[in-house]
């Protein structure tokens, strides 16, 4: 029941979050994108996430056990938010060069392919070392919010696309992530709920006393 409760969930949240999400602008050229990238705000906000996960890396995670998990999270979800605007970025390349203009003979194809690189091998690296020391069901929700939310953000800053959006869009949008949030939560947390048999010696244990009873 929790199961299938968790699931509804979820896709109630993804179903908000879609009918209310807010147009995707269009973009012709990587050179586009580009532009978009070196603007202030994101290039504030790409030098404090990478900064913050370079302190993350080199002296949270070595002096300290019990926030270890949190800083490992923080640091595939600070790289993953950086990976998912480059992806974009290479994909759009793919694109346009499939249609016949070839994207790969500007430089900053080739840059936003590297930040990819970069990014997936540090996930990796630090989310395995997150799941091989820690429950995956503690994990996998945290870091499933925290991914989310540094992306988002990551995508307000740079494409700016909830300037179009009134306060009800974005209401809407914020229920319905917060609703995904709790359906992961409430999956992750009894995901082995009824999994569990009792024990044959207890069982024959019972019974022995019932009998002397």
């Known amino acids: 029941m929790f199961g299938v409760v ?82 974009k970025a290479v994909a759009i390349a793919l694109k346009l060069s499939f249609n016949g203009v070839n994207q790969f003979v500007y430089i900053q194809t080739w840059f936003f392919i590297s930040v990819v690189i ?10 395995n070392k997150a799941l091989d020391s820690f429950n995956t069901a503690v994990v996998a929700p945290v870091y499933y919010v925290m991914f989310t939310i540094l992306t988002i953000l990551a995508n307000m800053i740079m494409y700016k696309d909830w300037d179009s959006q009134n306060a009800t869009q974005i209401a809407s949008e914020v229920c319905g992530f917060v609703t995904i949030v709790a359906g992961t939560f ?28």
């Open 118 to 127: 970069i990014c997936c091998l540090v996930q990796l690296n630090y989310l």
């Open 6 to 87: 968790g699931c509804a969930l979820c896709v109630v949240g993804s179903v908000d979050i879609v009918l209310h999400a807010p147009m995707e602008r269009r973009i012709d050229s990587v050179s586009e994108i580009w532009q978009l990238a070196t603007e202030p705000g994101f290039i504030v906000y790409s030098c404090l996430a990478v900064a913050l996960a370079l302190v993350l890396m080199f002296w949270v995670v070595h002096h300290t056990e019990q926030r270890k998990m949190l800083a490992y999270v923080a640091i595939c979800s600070l790289f993953g938010s950086l990976t998912v605007i480059s992806v």
């Open 186 to 213: 409430l999956l992750h947390k009894t995901r082995d709920m009824g999994n569990t048999q009792p024990d044959s010696d207890s069982l024959r244990a019972d019974c022995e006393l019932q009998e002397h009873s």
